[in-house]
């Protein structure tokens, strides 16, 4: 991975705009999203296989049959800047999740973050009872 100022390359993870929206509240106070993400992944850090595997849902259409989706995750880019330590551990957790990072971290941040999580009042998103 390229190295940048400061540590390593960004990364880009997409979340929803309602996920985007509570990072925003948490960054508000001059912590980075970086910072929050690394705040959510200590708080949850003996869960992530759980929540990762409890945000598995599918998209209430008939187009969307067969296709999984991620609560917290979304169209949204949030960009992240981690130092070299931090990129490590996010690659470590990613492999060892058998997922990227695109996938398990909106999840942590929606179980974490303060504010309405997903899917309450999103009726388009359906979940298994097994998934839960």
């Not at 309602?18 to 980075?32: E, M, N, P």
């Not at 049959?65 to 551990?89: C, F, I, N």
């Given at each position: 991975?390229?190295?940048?100022?400061?540590?390593?390359?960004?990364?880009?993870?997409?979340?929803?705009?309602?996920?985007?929206?509570?990072?925003d509240t948490c960054?508000?106070?001059?912590?980075?999203?970086?910072?929050?993400?690394?705040?959510?992944?200590?708080?949850?850090?003996?869960?992530?296989?759980?929540?990762?595997?409890?945000?598995?849902?599918?998209?209430?259409?008939?187009?969307?049959?067969?296709?999984?989706?991620?609560?917290g995750s979304g169209?949204?880019?949030?960009?992240?800047?981690?130092?070299?330590?931090?990129?490590?551990?996010?690659?470590?957790?990613?492999?060892?999740?058998?997922?990227?990072?695109?996938?398990?971290l909106p999840p942590?941040?929606?179980?974490?973050?303060?504010?309405?999580?997903?899917?309450?009042?999103?009726?388009?998103?359906?979940?298994?009872?097994?998934?839960?």
């Amino acid at each position: 991975m390229a190295m940048w100022e400061g540590g390593s390359a960004p990364w880009t993870v997409f979340v929803s705009d309602a996920l985007q929206a509570r990072l925003d509240t948490c960054c508000a106070d001059g912590r980075t999203a970086t910072a929050v993400v690394f705040e959510a992944i200590g708080a949850v850090r003996d869960r992530v296989p759980d929540v990762v595997r409890g945000a598995r849902a599918r998209l209430r259409s008939p187009h969307a049959k067969d296709e999984v989706h991620y609560l917290g995750s979304g169209p949204v880019q949030v960009r992240l800047h981690p130092d070299t330590e931090q990129a490590a551990l996010l690659e470590r957790w990613s492999a060892e999740l058998g997922v990227p990072i695109t996938t398990w971290l909106p999840p942590v941040l929606n179980a974490h973050l303060p504010g309405r999580a997903e899917p309450e009042n999103m009726p388009w998103i359906v979940q298994d009872d097994e998934r839960r």
